[in-house]
C-alpha cells in the first residue's frame, strides 16, 4: 500500500504552488478559499512542515513548500499527460483558439488553411471578441490572442508576437504627389480607438504642428478602420500587420514622406494556460502562429 497523504490536499497544494494564490486554486478547482486552505492546512500537519507562508497579500511557499511544489508539477504533468493519451479522440483532436476581432479576420483567417494543412489531426474551434478572456475561468477555450495590453494572471503564460509598425495608411491616390507630414495632419484623419498609438503621438513624434480640426471619423475595430481607408474616407493609422492584404494588393499605400520616425509597438499577444505548455495542440499552434510571424520561438 502507497504511503501517500490525501490527494485532494496535493491536488490543492499544486494548484496554490503554481497560481500563487489560494484564491486563484479555488477558483480552479471549484472550491472556496476556506476550502483550499484547510486542505493545505492538513497536509501540513501530515508533514508537521510550514509549507507557505501566509502574508497580508497573499502567500509564499516556504523552501520545503518550494522543493514539493518542483516534485508535484512534474507528477501532475505526467498524471495529465497519461490521461491525455487516453482521452475521446475528439476531445484530444480540438483546439479552442479565441482571437481579438481584426487579428481573427485580417490576419490570422487568411493563414489558417496552411495550418490546417499542417496538422489535419486537429479539429480547429475558432471564436472573437474583443473583451478580455480569463483562461483560468473559461476551461473550453485553450488559447487566446489578444490585442493591446493582454490580461496577465498567474497560472498563465503571455507572449508578445512580435513588433509592428503602426504607419499612416490611405488609398493609392489619396494625396496628390508625394505629401508631407504637415500636408498629412490636415488631412481627414481616421481614428482606431484601440490603437494603442494616438495620431496626436504619432504627429508630434514627426513634427506636425498639430492635427486638422475638422471631423475625424472613428472605429472600434482595427478593421474597420483599416476598410475605411481603403474606401477613400481618410487617413487611418493602424498597424501594418492587420493591412498586410491591402497592402499587398495595393489598394492602400504607407504615404512616401522625404523621412519620418516609425513606430514599432508590441500589440498581440498569444496566451495560454502555463499548465498546458507542453500540451501537443497547444505547443504546435504556437510554434506555427510563431513562425508565420516571424518570430523565434
Not at 122 to 143: F, T
Not at 211 to 225: M, Y
Amino acid at each position: 500500500m502507497r504511503k501517500l497523504p490525501s490527494f485532494f490536499a496535493l491536488r490543492a497544494f499544486e494548484a496554490a504552488a503554481r497560481l500563487e494564490s489560494f484564491a486563484l486554486a479555488a477558483d480552479e478547482l471549484h472550491l472556496t478559499p476556506s476550502a483550499i486552505s484547510h486542505q493545505i492546512r492538513g497536509l501540513e500537519d501530515y508533514f508537521g512542515l510550514p509549507l507557505f507562508l501566509r502574508r497580508h497579500r497573499g502567500v509564499a511557499l516556504t523552501a520545503d513548500g518550494t522543493r514539493l511544489a518542483a516534485q508535484l508539477f512534474d507528477a501532475f504533468d505526467a498524471i495529465e499527460s497519461a490521461c491525455a493519451d487516453l482521452r475521446p479522440a475528439d476531445s484530444a483532436r480540438t483546439l479552442a483558439v479565441h482571437s481579438s476581432p481584426s487579428f481573427a479576420t485580417q490576419w490570422l483567417g487568411p493563414r489558417l488553411p496552411r495550418f490546417m494543412a499542417a496538422h489535419p489531426d486537429i479539429d480547429l474551434s475558432m471564436s472573437s471578441s474583443a473583451d478580455p478572456v480569463d483562461l483560468l475561468r473559461h476551461a473550453d477555450i485553450d488559447i487566446v490572442i489578444a490585442y493591446g495590453a493582454p490580461l496577465r494572471s498567474q497560472g498563465v503564460s503571455t507572449e508578445a508576437l512580435g513588433m509592428e509598425e503602426i504607419a499612416p495608411l490611405c488609398a493609392p491616390h489619396w494625396f496628390e504627389g508625394e505629401p508631407d507630414i504637415e500636408t498629412l495632419a490636415q488631412s481627414v484623419l481616421i481614428d482606431s480607438r484601440l490603437n494603442p498609438v494616438r495620431w496626436r503621438d504619432w504627429l508630434a513624434l514627426n513634427g506636425a504642428a498639430r492635427a486638422s480640426k475638422r471631423s475625424r471619423p472613428s472605429f472600434d475595430r482595427a478593421s474597420l478602420a483599416i476598410a475605411a481607408a481603403v474606401d477613400g474616407l481618410g487617413v487611418a493609422l493602424e498597424s501594418t500587420r492587420l493591412a498586410e492584404q491591402e497592402l499587398q494588393r495595393g489598394t492602400l499605400i504607407v504615404p512616401s514622406f522625404a523621412s519620418y520616425v516609425s513606430v514599432l509597438r508590441e500589440t498581440h499577444f498569444l496566451s495560454y494556460r502555463t499548465a498546458d505548455r507542453r500540451v501537443p495542440n497547444v505547443v504546435q499552434f504556437r510554434e506555427w502562429l510563431f513562425a508565420e510571424a516571424g518570430v523565434a520561438g
